[in-house]
């Protein structure tokens, strides 16, 4: 089974948000940039246990410059046998989809494997469009996935619950918690990363069509309101009476 | 303006986040139809928040593929400059395919009306908001849901069966398992979530927890490491990597409140911390606080609250 995981980089989840540029560019100043955790703990892991279980082979796919490399040797030194950077400038999900489309299109892959979302613009939608471009199915906020010759059985999140759901290859998914446990790489993994094949793939610029016009940081929360632990009957007035939400 | 509104068709009723996808594109100012599948009763309440049309399309099931085909015809047939979904499970799997197929703009997760052509959505998991605009001449919108406040206007609308064709579905849905037996609303649309974490000191505990939220009538919910070690199932948890949650109150047990925690609960419109230690993170982005052992604490308030609902 060929297997295409798509990995993105996002600020760590303790990082600091903040703008410069009069509020229009995300201030990269000091930010630790790490894979994308549902790209890396849940898609990229549960493609490794199907190779390791049925054969084949999983290569990821990544859009933007040579800074996302360090996140992409990351991807190889937890199992991918390769990676792809498509050099072109990630201006939107939707351009992202492009690249990716026509990359998976032209080489032929049996599973597209994303997040289901990004940690930093919460698109959770590249996936899908994809799986559009391509003409496939598309299964989103998958928990489970098993592939049994040429269909696939998932659980996804739904309305109220989980859906157990088929589909036939190829196909794109994207992945949710509880998918697969995450993997830290070990020394040997680290020192093959460094090894493996990375290619470059110089691509036609593809426009957007989003653009952020600005950023806004939300505004501070007044301090909290302390009640005593002997008078909880002054924070049920207080829920009624103020913040009227009971 | 023609607007096109995706609404889902959960077991014969509209869903609650798809009827605020209809409010806002009525918000929006514009001749609202809503399209949706399988079978549905009189317009599905969808007139009484701002739609004339509904198109119901019997052939259609929730397979992706079909409803694209299907909202993408209805939106060239009527002409639609936008095209409103919820941002919601079965939004996530069918806007982004709209989108791509229209070669349109997608604006995912709007939190308000678009002013001017800027519309605002969440980002870097609700620690900050962009300003977004589409490129493109057509738009696709999701809505992230209990952001946009329902408001019944009384009408009603016209109801029309598709006559197209959706084509075959590529994925089909085999079985559902509800995640709650007992009828409680699921966390993404609950209007009140109680919450806990380590400080329950194990899963034995949760009967206070549980009572809290049965008084509200709210939804459980539980932090990371207490999904990570078995004492709740990983679908109560809410958090950067877990669910995120938008409710009107949120009580937090027993969370210290890591930024990660924070990143799944700032949509929350009040949020009240119980920890017995002061200096948790966590009251620093609450409303209300109460430093006390949730032992004693919880129970207090669930008779608080009982007193409370048998008085209002």
Redesign the interface.
Request: charge should be neutral.
């Given at each position: 089974m060929k297997i295409l995981v798509c990995i993105s980089k996002a600020?760590d989840?303790?990082s600091r948000?903040a703008?410069t540029d009069n509020n229009t560019a995300f201030d990269q100043n000091g930010v630790q940039f790490i894979v994308n955790?549902?790209d890396e703990?849940y898609a990229l892991v549960r493609a490794l246990e199907l190779k390791e279980a049925q054969g084949g082979s999983v290569t990821t796919i990544t859009v933007g410059g040579a800074d996302n490399d360090p996140i992409i040797r990351k991807a190889l030194a937890i199992g991918a046998d390769d990676a792809v950077r498509v050099d072109a400038e990630a201006l939107?999900?939707?351009a992202v989809?492009k690249y990716i489309a026509n990359y998976a299109s032209a080489n032929g892959y049996d599973l597209v494997m994303c997040g289901?979302e990004t940690?930093?613009?919460?698109?959770?939608?590249?996936?899908?469009?994809v799986?559009?471009?391509m003409d496939?199915?598309?299964?989103?906020?998958a928990?489970k996935l098993d592939v049994n010759g040429s269909v696939a059985?998932l659980e996804?999140?739904?309305?109220?619950?989980?859906?157990?759901?088929?589909?036939?290859l190829p196909l794109v998914i994207?992945a949710s918690?509880?998918m697969a446990e995450q993997r830290i790489p070990n020394m040997r993994g680290i020192m093959a990363a460094r090894t493996k094949p990375l290619q470059v793939v110089a691509s036609e610029g593809i426009?957007?069509?989003?653009?952020?016009?600005?950023?806004?940081?939300?505004p501070a929360?007044?301090a909290?309101?302390?009640?005593?632990?002997d008078n909880?009957?002054e924070?049920?007035d207080?829920?009624?009476n103020e913040?009227k939400?009971? | 303006m023609a607007i096109l509104v995706f609404a889902?068709n959960?077991g014969g009723k509209i869903?609650k986040s798809s009827l605020e996808a209809v409010g806002y594109a009525a918000a929006m100012g514009g001749d609202v139809t809503a399209v949706t599948f399988g079978s549905i009763e009189g317009d599905g309440g969808m007139g009484n928040y701002g739609a004339s049309k509904v198109i119901v399309a019997g052939n259609a099931t929730s397979?992706?593929?079909q409803l694209?085909r299907l909202v993408v015809d209805v939106a060239n047939a009527i002409g639609a400059s936008d095209i409103v979904f919820s941002?919601?499970?079965?939004g996530?799997?069918?806007?982004?395919?709209?989108?791509?197929?229209m070669?349109?703009?997608?604006?995912?997760?709007a939190t308000a009306i678009p002013s001017g052509k800027?519309i605002k959505?969440?980002?870097?998991?609700g620690?900050?908001?962009?300003?977004?605009?589409?490129?493109?001449d057509k738009r696709v919108i999701s809505v992230l849901p209990n952001s946009f406040g329902l408001k019944a206007s009384g009408g009603s609308a016209t109801v029309e069966q598709y006559s197209g064709d959706c084509g075959s579905a590529?994925?089909?849905?085999?079985?559902?398992?509800?995640?709650?037996t007992d009828g409680s609303v699921?966390l993404p649309e609950a209007e009140?979530v109680v919450s806990a974490g380590r400080g329950m000191k194990g899963p034995e505990n949760w009967g206070i927890i549980e009572d809290l939220a049965g008084v509200?009538g709210a939804t459980t919910a539980c932090s990371r490491p207490v999904a990570d070690i078995g004492w709740r199932p990983?679908?109560e948890?809410v958090g950067?990597?877990?669910i995120a949650i938008r409710p009107?109150?949120y009580i937090a047990v027993g969370i210290s409140g890591a930024?990660?925690h924070l990143?799944g609960v700032?949509g929350s419109?009040?949020i009240?911390?119980i920890n017995t230690d002061p200096e948790a993170p966590f009251?620093?982005?609450?409303?209300?606080?109460?430093?006390?052992?949730a032992f004693?604490?919880v129970p207090?308030?669930t008779e608080?609250?009982k007193?409370?609902k048998s008085a209002?």
């Open positions: 600020p989840t303790t948000i703008f955790p549902y703990w939107d999900s939707l989809a289901k940690i930093d613009y919460n698109g959770a939608v590249v996936g899908g469009m799986a559009e471009l496939v199915p598309y299964v989103s906020l928990i059985t996804r999140e739904a309305q109220g619950g989980t859906e157990i759901v088929e589909a036939s994207s918690k509880g426009n957007a069509s989003t653009k952020v016009v600005r950023y806004e940081l939300p929360k007044a909290v309101k302390l009640v005593s632990a909880v009957a924070l049920v207080l829920l009624h913040a939400v009971i | 889902d959960h869903t397979d992706p593929q694209t941002h919601d499970t079965t996530k799997s069918v806007a982004p395919r709209v989108a791509a197929r070669d349109a703009g997608l604006v995912a997760g800027e959505k969440n980002v870097f998991s620690k900050a908001f962009a300003y977004v605009e589409a490129c493109t590529g994925v089909i849905v085999k079985d559902f398992k509800p995640t709650s699921p009140m509200l990983h679908h948890h950067q990597t877990g009107n109150l930024i990660q990143a700032n419109k009040v009240v911390v009251f620093k982005a609450a409303d209300y606080g109460i430093v006390g052992d004693e604490v207090k308030l608080a609250l007193a409370f209002h």
